[in-house]
């Protein structure tokens, strides 16, 4: 069974880059039937899908957040990480990592300075 598990820092100041991590585990990052995304939840909203990095490296943005989003992984770490550039306040929110029906636990990020 795939797990998945986030990491990086809690806090970001605004105009920072926001970097997260994903490890995988129970199953190859780079197998054909996975595709490998980051989703988000602001406080008091709804899931927003950010972007995802395929079996073969390929990645797709949401096109309101594809200008400061960045996907890519460590296929050698089974690792796939985020890069959001130019964070603001309205960036706060729970961080996951997703696959098929595999979640993260989800990691919190606040943008505050």
């Known amino acids: 069974q795939v797990q998945l598990q986030e990491s990086g820092p809690g806090l970001v100041q605004p105009s920072q880059m926001l970097s997260l991590t994903c490890t995988v585990s129970?199953?190859?990052?780079?197998?054909?039937?996975?595709?490998w995304s980051w989703i988000r939840q602001p406080p008091g909203k709804g899931l927003e899908w950010m972007g995802t990095i395929a079996y073969d490296g390929s990645t797709y943005y949401s096109p309101s957040l594809k200008s400061r989003t960045s996907i890519s992984w460590d296929t050698s770490k089974s690792q796939f990480s985020l890069h959001l550039s130019s964070v603001t306040p309205e960036d706060t929110a729970v961080y996951y990592c997703?696959?098929?029906?595999?979640w993260g636990q989800g990691t919190q990020v606040t943008v505050s300075s």
């Open positions: 129970g199953g190859s990052i780079t197998a054909s039937y996975y595709a």
């Open positions: 997703q696959a098929s029906t595999y």
